[in-house]
């Protein structure tokens, strides 16, 4: 029969480093059971490895919204009054269009062509919840 050495053995052993963990006298190694005696388990706080108790944590809220011209459902850590979630609630993002530097020049400069370089250095955000929904080309 196979008979492995015990863990704690072979941890001092390749901790110390001292000699091959599978060469060893069999006389030393003792079953764990023997080596450890335990207590019966008492309610203690949980320890983190610092010593002091670790934190518990707190039930998280999730809230549940029901679309009623679709029937779907949404499942979010968001509450109702959240600029992402009222964006959401009302489909639609109150834009705010900004025209970049570059583009600008490029529609004085180069009149009519430079209106469409213009469009694309445009930078489109919302502005109740600041999502980006469009950087424009240059961006």
């Known amino acids: 029969s196979d008979n492995p050495p015990a863990y704690e053995f072979v941890a001092a052993q390749t901790s110390n ?3 091959d963990p599978l060469s060893f006298d069999k006389a030393e190694a003792k079953p764990i059971a023997q080596q450890t005696h335990q207590s019966p388990l008492t309610a203690l706080p949980v320890m983190s490895v610092h010593g002091r108790p670790a934190p518990t944590m707190q039930p998280t809220t999730v809230y549940h919204y029901h679309n009623p011209q679709t ?9 109702p009054d959240h600029p992402e979630m009222v964006c959401l609630q009302q489909g639609s993002h109150d834009t705010q269009t900004r025209f970049g530097i570059l583009g600008l020049l490029a529609a004085v400069l180069w009149f009519p062509l430079g209106v469409g370089l213009c469009l694309l250095d445009r930078r489109v955000v919302c502005r109740r919840c600041g999502l980006l929904i469009d950087d424009g080309v240059c961006g």
Request: glycine letters at 24%.
């Open 71 to 79: 029937g779907d459902h949404l499942a979010s850590l968001l509450p």
């Open 17 to 19: 480093g001292g000699q």
